[in-house]
């Protein structure tokens, strides 16, 4: 006689959510902090922006091995190294004292912070797969809900305390509270761990791949896909990496809107800078809500909505370009955000979905730190050509990375019902 242990449905749904509050909260400090930060490490504007490509360095290698640590230690490690992140915090706010202090401690969160964004994404994916909920989207919608509201709060609290310790242990209380949350709702289910394990075994074992395993792992494939290639198989992994691929894009127009829409409307409109600070705002709420609303269709349609999201953020980002007058660039800002928004957490529950559970992680690492090299390159890509042509006309570059992406996605769609060999 066996018992087939089954934790409630509704707080392991829960767990993505959570998970991305706290990652959410930790980013909103974060953003609000920096110009403490940088007063109490005492270093130059120049001296602070190469500080901050630390992050991406400790990020990448992180983001790729954590995938393996997630796939050999199960999800319940996802709320360790998100509360590990809170606690990182607290020790760089501490610990910043001086240009080399900053740089150790920088390097270090960044590593926390690839760690628990491989982690929560293969706990989103994993979730969406065992509910068939909307469950990527709707987790990333919560992340950049947190990311607003953390950011006002931690503002308000400088503005009460001016201390970069109070920032960042206050949200290390949210944070780790929401970590030991996630670790409490993931506690996996005895069966799934056997399966898992077996699963991993498979994987593991080069010749020992079932056709009939694979076959049972994708019954549920979304839209344009049809059973992966078993973990270990060229293609498979080819087609993760075409996903990441097309996910760098995504991100770093995204990553652009986000970081040039106010220094759009102060240097193209002449606004003030509390008026310039309605365009990143609205760019973020919008992508909020456009992932609550969305989260349904990306899930039962996700070759449909690239399409359509690629499409309104290449137009948005046209419109920005060409805008005669605020609001119209100021409604391109709000059109891309409703785009881009919807392309990667897409990209990615289309991707990880038919990926067997054994092997998330290392698909979710494979995905994440393809896609994160445009996060990173995407500055450097609009400052080149801000340089040339000024601020404006540069959107029609970024409107160039998401056409890029629409212009990929029938590969995109081959390579997801490519069959089996």
């Given amino acids: 006689m066996s018992i ?5 449905a509704g707080t392991f749904r829960a767990a993505p959510f959570l998970g991305f509050a706290g990652f959410g909260a930790f980013w909103g400090v974060w953003g609000a902090t920096l110009p403490l930060l940088r007063a109490q490490a005492g270093v130059s504007d120049a001296e602070f922006g190469v500080v901050l490509l630390f992050i991406g360095a400790g990020a990448l290698p992180a983001m790729l091995l954590t995938g393996r640590l997630v796939d050999a230690l199960g999800l319940r490690v996802t709320g360790v190294l998100l509360a590990l992140l809170g606690v990182m915090g607290v020790v760089l706010s501490a610990a910043a004292v001086n240009y080399a202090a900053l740089c150790t401690g920088i390097l270090l969160t960044g590593a926390s912070s690839g760690a628990a964004d491989v982690a929560l994404n293969t706990l989103a994916a994993t979730v969406e797969k065992r509910t068939g909920r909307p469950v990527v989207t709707r987790s990333h919608a919560a992340f950049s809900a947190t990311v607003a509201l953390s950011s006002l709060g931690a503002g308000a609290l400088t503005a009460i305390a ?8 206050a949200g290390a209380v949210v944070v780790v509270a929401l970590g030991l949350a996630v670790v409490t709702t993931t506690r996996p289910a005895h069966a799934q761990d056997a399966a898992a394990a077996r699963e991993r075994q ?3 074992a080069p010749g020992r791949q ?23 198989r060229r293609s498979w992994w080819i087609a993760l990496v075409m996903i990441g691929a097309i996910g760098a894009f995504a991100f770093a127009a995204e990553n652009a809107y986000q970081s040039w829409s106010a220094v759009l409307l102060t240097d193209a409109f002449t606004a003030s ?3 310039a600070a309605v365009a990143p705002a609205a760019f973020a709420t919008t992508a909020a809500l456009t992932r609550f609303a969305t989260g349904t269709v990306t899930l039962r349609r996700p070759i449909a909505t690239l399409v359509a999201a690629s499409a309104i953020a290449t137009g948005g980002g ?9 609001p119209l660039a100021l409604g391109g800002i709000i059109a891309a955000a409703v785009g881009t928004s919807a392309l990667f957490p897409t990209l990615l529950s289309y991707g990880l979905r038919p990926v067997p559970d054994g092997s998330r ?3 979710t690492s494979a995905i994440s730190t393809v896609a994160y090299l445009g996060y990173l390159a995407g500055p450097a890509y609009f400052g080149l050509l801000a340089d040339a042509g000024g601020v404006q006309r540069t959107f029609l570059g970024v409107a160039a990375l998401t056409a890029v992406v629409l ?9 997801g019902s490519r069959p089996l060999p």
């Fill in 407 to 415: 212009a990929a996605i029938p590969a995109l769609k081959r390579a």
């Fill in 202 to 204: 498979d994987a593991a």
């Fill in 210 to 232: 079932d056709p009939a395993l694979c076959e049972r792992q994708d019954a549920a494939a979304p839209e344009g896909q049809v059973e992966p290639a078993c973990p270990g």
């Fill in 162 to 169: 001016d201390s970069l310790l109070v920032n960042f242990a």
């Fill in 361 to 363: 992680g290392r698909a």
């Fill in 4 to 8: 087939v242990i089954i934790r409630p």
């Fill in 273 to 275: 800078p509390a008026l």
């Fill in 318 to 326: 046209v419109l920005t370009a060409f805008a005669p007058t605020l």
